[in-house]
């Protein structure tokens, strides 16, 4: 009963590849996020969506694109992949988007590309 | 803008040896302060959060955090520190009136030995 799920785990690639992480939370929350964790343990926030409408959108590649087929998941799409997208990736929930609202994190997806 | 420095990158204390992680912050206003412990493999779970009121505020697991406002600080505290405690720490500031947008530091990695 896993309430923030992502998938794959680990995510292994080549150079130019597509791929796509998904996330799914079981927690009824309205607002869904990715964070990229870099190598240095930094944590910065890529996508936010509040029912499904994206509310914010950091300075990210356009080669990343965010889907959320409905409230209860949120996909991160990636093209044209670079050995710089190498991360942990994190999706988040939380009820509201207010600071009130404590965010509750995957486990986290790593990505490694060669 | 803020922005979030936890001097210590790791820490290695006994078990049952008293704990203190520091954090310091950079924002204009009273901000809203947390600390998230990442266990490896894991996500990142709220220990507590600082909004207004009381500064010294209490946590999950035994911790606590005191915010002191003329030092730009969140420390955070245990009395006794457990085995299950090694874990990573990050500290994170969200200013009022932002679109939900937490900071987060670039975390204290903390060692228990037995």
């Known amino acids: 009963d896993t309430a923030v799920s992502q998938t794959p785990k680990y995510l292994v690639t080549q150079m130019g590849n597509d791929k796509s992480i998904k996330c799914e939370q079981n927690l009824g929350h309205d607002t869904m996020y990715w964070y990229k964790q870099d190598s240095k343990k930094f944590l910065k926030i890529m996508f936010s969506?509040?029912?499904?409408?994206?509310?914010i959108n950091e300075t990210v590649p356009n080669r990343f694109s965010p889907k959320s087929p409905d409230k209860a998941h949120l996909n991160l799409h990636i093209n044209s992949l670079e050995l710089g997208d190498s991360a942990v990736y994190f999706c988040a929930s939380s009820q509201g988007t207010g600071f009130d609202s404590p965010l509750h994190f995957g486990n986290g997806t790593r990505l490694t590309v060669t | 803008a803020q922005s979030v420095t936890q001097p210590d990158i790791h820490i290695t204390v006994s078990e049952g040896a008293s704990l203190e992680l520091r954090c310091n912050y950079s924002y204009g206003a009273t901000p809203y302060l947390f600390w998230y412990v990442q266990s490896p493999g894991q996500g990142l779970q709220l220990l507590l959060k600082?909004?207004?009121?009381?500064?010294l505020v209490q946590g999950i697991k035994g911790f606590e955090a005191e915010f002191k406002r003329s030092q730009s600080s969140f420390n955070l505290r245990k009395p006794s520190v457990h085995w299950s405690d090694a874990a990573e720490y990050f500290c994170a500031v969200g200013a009022k009136g932002s679109a939900r947008q937490l900071t987060f530091g670039s975390g204290t990695q903390l060692t228990v030995l037995p």
């Open positions: 600082y909004f207004s009121g009381d500064t």
């Open positions: 969506y509040n029912n499904k409408e994206l509310i």
